[in-house]
């Protein structure tokens, strides 16, 4: 039996995905930037589509546009202007800043973000400071939330984007968007959102959150790898970027390059299903994630949560069991798929940096182990994984001698350690 609990890494394609995106490789496989004949027009209404179903799950405005398919016959098709379809989430994260921070540098050359962003932001973040512009990181508490408090006080007349991940990776913790979205509205600085891991899992509205800029990838909502989205506010404020890809003036000039027709199409029906089963789903996944937690703590001792308690997605559950160490411990469950941290730095073997913000000590941090539910999990999948993960973890503490001291009462923080050369 193999058990894949590693959903905030990559979810599998929905079969139903799937079967949308199926014509669009050998049939309907026009260009869409192909306006004189039928093969692009059909390319193109499918584009379009697919923005209108990305724009719905996120709270964006919608439009309705007659589009012609072939000679004499048109279909009317719902879309939206503020979706920018791009990569995935890495690239939607990178235009959002760096085109932000190129269009507004004379008037302000300051970025606030957050410590346990993504990489996908902390990098193009540490390249705008190699290129003269300032970045504060909010440090976090110890559930992963930021202080609204400090955001305020961090925000200057030289402030032009924040910059908050909806929901982190690692943890799962959500932040306090709408309150953040407030703040910068009120402070008229614009606000972005890396919200990768939260669409399609909690409710998401651009206008009632004060979101300027919201970026997503398809692949962490049952859709294809490779396709992604930037939604880019255009009212109140109109929200201007600088392209970072140059050519055919693809996307309204903001992304060129010829469009992955199948991919967006993948995107925009994952991003369809997703809307009408989240209600259902979030709730079926909550009680899974709880029974997990609830199984593996009721079974071990020394195991502990990390994340916020109640803040937090659905499906996520990040536990440190003390005295083992994670990547040894994954070793004795490997026909189940978890992750010690997030999956773009798993190559390195370093401490993760969320953790560490969380204010956790290497006895913790080394220990812990990220399982993220999915849509095709069962009841039985998470029996499974109790059982596993708990022989696992009562093995190696059984050869583990500061377990053994730990239960004698001895409190290891104090004990002197000597090295022998």
Not at 224 to 250: I, T
Request: hydrophobic content about 40%; some cysteine; overall charge negative.
């Amino acid at each position: 039996m193999r058990v894949y609990l590693d959903n905030n890494a990559t979810t599998p394609c929905d079969p139903r995905v799937f079967e949308a995106m199926r014509p669009y490789f050998c049939e309907t496989f026009g260009n869409a930037a192909s306006r004189s004949h039928s093969f692009g027009w059909e390319a193109e209404a499918a584009v379009e589509r697919a923005r209108g179903q990305v724009a719905k799950i996120i709270g964006a405005t919608t439009e309705t546009m007659t589009m012609k398919v072939s000679q004499g016959s048109e279909v009317s098709v719902e879309t939206a202007r503020e979706i920018v379809f791009t990569s995935g989430a890495t690239e939607s994260n990178n235009i959002a800043l760096k085109g932000v921070a190129a269009v507004h540098a004379e008037q302000g050359r300051h970025i606030i973000t957050q410590a346990t962003e993504h990489k996908a932001v902390i990098d193009p973040c540490k390249y705008l400071e190699r290129h003269g512009f300032r970045v504060t990181y909010l440090g976090v508490d110890k559930h992963g939330r930021i202080d609204l408090d400090a955001l305020q006080d961090a925000i200057s007349e030289d402030t032009i984007l924040v910059s908050i991940m909806a929901a982190n990776n690692e943890i799962g913790t959500l932040q306090p968007i709408s309150e953040i979205g407030r703040i910068c509205k009120e402070r008229g600085v614009l606000f972005h959102s890396d919200a990768t891991q939260a669409v399609g899992k909690v409710p998401l509205d651009v206008e009632s959150m004060g979101i300027d800029l919201l970026s997503l990838s398809g692949h962490k909502l049952y859709g294809p790898k490779g396709v992604g989205a930037l939604y880019m506010r255009r009212k109140r404020p109109r929200v201007r970027c600088a392209a970072l890809l140059h050519g055919g003036g693809h996307e309204r000039q903001m992304r060129s390059g010829t469009l992955n027709v199948p991919g967006i199409v993948g995107l925009g029906h994952a991003a369809e299903i997703a809307l009408a089963e989240m209600e259902r789903e979030s709730a079926r996944l909550t009680k899974l994630r709880d029974r997990l937690w609830e199984g593996l703590s009721g079974r071990l001792d020394d195991v502990f949560l990390n994340g916020h308690p109640t803040e937090r997605l659905p499906n996520t559950a990040n536990i440190s069991f003390r005295y083992v160490e994670g990547e040894g411990l994954m070793m004795g469950f490997s026909d189940i798929a978890v992750s010690s941290g997030s999956a773009c730095t798993s190559a390195s073997l370093e401490p993760s940096y969320v953790l560490r913000a969380l204010g956790l000590g290497d006895d913790m941090v080394h220990t812990s182990i990220r399982f993220s539910l999915g849509r095709f999990n069962t009841v039985e999948d998470v029996e499974y994984v109790i059982e596993r993960v708990s022989a696992a973890v009562t093995k190696l503490r059984e050869m583990s001698p500061l377990y053994e001291m730990a239960q004698q009462g001895i409190d290891l923080s104090k004990v002197e350690w000597q090295t022998h050369s």
